[in-house]
């Protein structure tokens, strides 16, 4: 005797499409195309991230760039974006925050230079500097340590020197730096090729610590000392024109992947989203007038409606927040999402007629429509434009359009 599953399972089979459940059988002999999967995925589109380098460097002077991909290339992947970012002619080096990252891309095939701007243990020093990564000593100890470190590897340790100028995050404190520069010189274990700070984001204060950092690499070259070129600007920066604080290179992020860093920002230049989050309709439903969607009843009609389900959730990186104004695009129409975003589904309101067919292809996040790019979905979700990108599920399959 069969099971209940596998007699559904059989059914599905017979009818050409996968398993969704007994009630949407009607619903699945609607799709025009039969997908391969359910699953959702992010689209990279390779061209708007040129265009925003190029955009970018025009803004930063044609210094050259620097390009974080820390988080996971702010959620695109490193295998996948870490690639097509290399190619830049715009981009002179990449850099990350955690060793495993700057591993990461070393294993993508990435030959440009690697910054690792965080810190990292001694065990993993030997391997990232093995592996020709450059490194972001701050701490008092650095010396003695890069000295093993080098002895061990059998080869100097390449630097850029952090320096804390005022954000009392991470770095050497800029007032306890140009000894500390010295000390490492002295070493002959280090290559000194670069220092750099980070920004507070407040315009004045930013120019005080490009500031900062020029006259540190005066006083530390009176002292015998080359420290090399200077960056600090990230995205902020220059977005807003903060061009004190531009130095010799560009350290930008979140504009590479077309996100803006705040409103003001997108009067400053043309940026292009460079992913779309997509997902399909695993079912239509047709509610009649006080039936209630999802946890708690979250959302009710009072009319008959048609709604349907995408199988995409709040652990794929659609926010909870997207039931408080956020559109969904399929077949060309704007639907809301309504009742609540769940972990692996989100509903959204067709309206009159049955407009959607399990199997169709929707657009939660994108360039398609204004309501979809990356800032907007942010804003109506309540959230920061940064986890619109970086809370992206590593777990999705990235596809270069």
């Known amino acids: 005797m069969l099971s209940r599953r596998a007699f559904?399972?059989?059914?599905?089979?017979?009818?050409g499409a996968p398993l969704l459940g007994a009630g949407v059988l009607e619903h699945r002999r609607?799709?025009?195309?039969?997908?391969?999967?359910?699953?959702?995925?992010?689209?990279?589109?390779?061209?708007?991230?040129?265009?925003?380098?190029?955009?970018?460097a025009q803004l930063g002077g044609g210094k050259p760039i620097?390009?974080?991909?820390?988080?996971?290339?702010?959620?695109?992947?490193?295998?996948?974006a870490g690639p097509i970012i290399e190619r830049l002619p715009e981009v002179q080096m990449l850099a990350v925050v955690r060793p495993e990252e700057a591993l990461a891309l070393r294993r993508a095939g990435i030959q440009k230079p690697i910054l690792l701007m965080g810190p990292a243990s001694e065990e993993e020093l030997i391997e990232l500097v093995t592996r020709d990564v450059i490194q972001s000593p701050q701490l008092a100890t650095a010396p003695e340590a890069l000295a093993r470190v080098s002895a061990r590897a059998r080869r100097p340790v390449r630097v850029h020197l952090y320096v804390d100028t005022g954000m009392h995050r991470m770095g050497m404190p800029f007032a306890e730096a140009l000894p500390w520069f010295e000390a490492l010189a002295a070493t002959g274990a280090v290559r000194i090729e670069g220092a750099f700070t980070e920004l507070v984001e407040d315009a004045d204060f930013d120019a005080e610590q490009a500031r900062r950092m020029r006259s540190l690499q005066s006083d530390a070259r009176a002292k015998g000392v080359v420290i090399g070129p200077l960056h600090a600007a990230s995205s902020d920066a220059v977005m807003h024109g903060t061009t004190a604080a531009y130095l010799d290179a560009l350290r930008p992020g979140l504009a590479l992947y077309g996100g803006y860093v705040s409103d003001?920002?997108?009067?400053?230049?043309?940026?292009?989203?460079?992913?779309?989050?997509?997902?399909?309709?695993?079912?239509?439903?047709h509610l009649a007038a006080g039936e209630g969607v999802s946890y708690h009843r979250r959302w009710s009609t009072d009319k008959p409606a048609w709604t349907a389900t995408l199988a995409i959730g709040h652990v794929d990186g659609y926010p909870t927040g997207a039931v408080k104004g956020c559109e969904v695009l399929v077949r060309g129409k704007l639907c809301p999402v309504i009742g609540y975003v769940s972990a692996s589904h989100t509903v959204i309101l067709l309206g009159d007629t049955q407009s959607a067919d399990v199997g169709d292809e929707a657009t939660l996040v994108g360039p398609d429509h204004a309501a979809l790019h990356p800032n907007e979905v942010a804003k109506r979700a309540g959230w920061s434009e940064y986890n619109m990108f970086m809370h992206l599920s590593p777990h999705l399959r990235r596809v270069i359009r």
Not at 8 to 15: D, E, I, N, R
Not at 31 to 45: G, K, Q, Y
Not at 66 to 80: C, H, P, Q, R, S
């Open 8 to 15: 559904l399972a059989s059914g599905a089979a017979a009818l």
């Open 30 to 56: 609607q799709a025009r195309v039969a997908p391969t999967t359910f699953d959702p995925w992010i689209e990279i589109d390779a061209s708007a991230i040129a265009h925003n380098a190029r955009a970018v």
């Open 66 to 80: 620097i390009a974080v991909v820390k988080n996971n290339a702010y959620g695109l992947g490193l295998d996948t």
């Open 264 to 285: 003001r920002a997108m009067a400053r230049g043309e940026l292009r989203p460079s992913f779309r989050l997509k997902a399909r309709v695993v079912r239509v439903d």
